[in-house]
């Protein structure tokens, strides 16, 4: 089966401690994206990456951090120095976002999810 | 400032009507717009893309239209059914953004009544 794959589904931490949420595709992707999402909130964009080896911070980077070493995985870790973690996080990847200038786009493929509770 | 919006939060319709969601933007410059259903619990589905020279978009049940000079989208399911029950997202790619990013709005919360 080709998707895209997060785990745990739901994770508990204390304050204070990092913690590393998993991204993994099969579906050949070159882009893959972090969202958060909060309740009565949109999604948030917090990296992407457009290519192995090399990402961009999003709209709400601080605290958070990333890496892209392979084209399948794009793990976020949630540091201690982000204020406020409890949160909804989706992980989402896509063709080569040529998109625009290309004339062509693409739709995002979104994993399950994971539920971070920070207490 | 930027600013996209779902107009509703929660829209509530009778079984076989139809649903109507809108999606307006204020100070972007839309390459295309994207819908997406979203079930609790879980992550975004893509359903239609509609792009900046294209009026309308059908697929199924589905029809999105796009009016750059309203600045609004509107996402349409005909003979809804209580399985539409769901929040649909749009999104959309701005001219000038970064490659590939979306914007999302808040949502808006769709229920069918049987």
């Known amino acids: 089966d080709g998707g895209i794959t997060q785990s745990p589904k739901y994770l508990f931490r204390k304050e204070g401690q990092n913690v590393t949420l998993s991204c993994e595709q099969n579906l050949n992707h070159d882009a893959m994206y972090w969202y958060r999402q909060d309740p009565g909130q949109g999604l948030r964009l917090i990296y992407y990456?457009?290519?192995?080896?090399?990402?961009q911070k999003g709209d709400i980077a601080e605290g958070y951090s990333v890496s892209r070493e392979k084209k399948e995985s794009f793990p976020l870790t949630v540091t201690s120095a982000q204020k406020n973690p409890t949160a909804f996080y989706l992980c989402?990847?896509?063709?080569?976002?040529?998109?625009?200038?290309?004339?062509?786009?693409?739709?995002?493929?979104f994993g399950p999810g994971t539920r971070l509770t920070v207490t | 400032s930027q600013k996209i919006e779902q107009n509703s939060e929660a829209l509530n319709i009778q079984e076989g009507k139809t649903a109507t969601l809108t999606c307006n933007y204020t100070?972007?410059?839309?390459?295309?717009l994207q819908w997406y259903r979203q079930d609790p619990g879980r992550g975004p589905v893509f359903l239609l893309l509609?792009?900046?020279?294209?009026k309308e978009k059908r697929k199924e049940r589905l029809k999105v239209t796009f009016d750059t000079t309203l600045k609004q989208s509107l996402f349409h399911i005909t003979a809804s059914q209580p399985a539409d029950s769901a929040t649909y997202l749009c999104?959309?790619?701005?001219?000038?953004?970064?490659?590939?990013?979306?914007?999302f709005g808040k949502g808006t919360k769709l229920s069918v009544k049987p």
């Open positions: 989402a990847s896509s063709m080569s976002p040529l998109g625009l200038a290309g004339g062509r786009s693409y739709e995002q493929y």
């Open positions: 509609i792009r900046e020279n294209e």
């Open positions: 990456s457009q290519i192995v080896n090399d990402f």
């Open positions: 999104a959309l790619a701005a001219r000038g953004g970064s490659q590939g990013n979306l914007i």
């Open positions: 100070n972007y410059s839309p390459a295309y």
